[in-house]
């Protein structure tokens, strides 16, 4: 069952995957995966031990969230079974239309390429379906590195290392910065696959493309 606000996350589908809004019956399976101690260690601010009760209360808050426009959460599943595997989501702020990406995965599901997968595909999405949003921003614990190996195969711009930024299970950790611009999302997208981005930059560049001296930094695939 829907909580109100959630259906706000529209489906979205890739080669593999379907990102669809998250049910009140997910509650269980990310109580399962958030009480793994090396998922939890991957995330900066979720609660461990992790129960079924936090699950729901957290479900709710994101309903309200996203009821008032301020997050949008998918579930990562794949596409043909449905089975839940993870999360994906944005947390918006509209005073500075900037957004920042969110994501975990089950620990069974690691290292298939799924968060690239996922990531690459909301990142437009995003940027389309928020024409006002200009800036996207991730960030992740210096230690985590797998998840600084998604962000830079999506091709986040580096934007610097903030020592001693957070305090996770007692260390206090170093948080790296990125981001995307509205242009470089447009073409990166380009390169990824065709979208309704594209589009744009279809307007907005002359033919045959812009100039290398005009190409964001760092967008080489
Ligand atoms: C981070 C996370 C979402 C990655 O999901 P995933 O689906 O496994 O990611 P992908 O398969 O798309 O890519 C993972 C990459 O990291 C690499 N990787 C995985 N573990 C690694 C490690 N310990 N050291 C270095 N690289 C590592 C993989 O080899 C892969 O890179 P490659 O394609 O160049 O080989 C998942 O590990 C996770 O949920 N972790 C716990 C929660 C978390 O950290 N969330 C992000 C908070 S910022």
Redesign the pocket.
């Known amino acids: 069952m829907f909580l109100p606000g959630l259906e706000k996350a529209l489906p979205v589908e890739t080669e593999r995957l379907r990102l669809r809004p998250l049910l009140e019956g997910d509650a269980a399976e990310i109580a399962r995966y958030l009480n793994d101690f090396?998922?939890?260690?991957?995330?900066?601010y979720s609660p461990y031990p992790y129960t079924l009760e936090l699950a729901v209360q957290w479900l709710r808050d994101v309903a309200f969230a996203s009821q008032q426009d301020q997050v949008r959460y998918w579930a990562i599943t794949p596409r043909e079974s449905g089975t839940f595997l993870?999360i994906i989501g944005f947390s918006l702020c509209r005073a500075h239309d900037k957004a920042e990406m969110?994501?975990?995965?089950?620990?069974p599901?690691?290292?298939?390429?799924?968060?690239?997968?996922a990531?690459r595909a909301m990142i437009p999405f995003l940027f389309t379906q928020e024409p006002t949003l200009q800036r996207l921003e991730?960030?992740?614990?210096s230690c985590?590195?797998?998840?600084?190996?998604?962000i830079q195969?999506c091709g986040f711009i580096f934007e610097g290392e903030l020592r001693a930024y957070v305090k996770r299970f007692g260390h206090h950790d170093n948080v790296r910065f990125y981001s995307f611009l509205r242009p470089e999302v447009i073409k990166k997208t380009c390169v990824w696959e065709k979208s309704p981005l594209q589009q744009e930059s279809e307007v907005r560049e002359p033919p045959g493309g812009s100039s290398p001296k005009n190409s964001p930094k760092g967008l080489k695939t």
């Open positions: 090396e998922v939890a260690k991957g995330l900066t993870g969110h994501y975990w995965l089950g620990r599901f690691w290292n298939r390429g799924y968060a690239t997968e990531s991730i960030n992740h614990r985590n590195t797998a998840s600084g190996r998604v195969k």
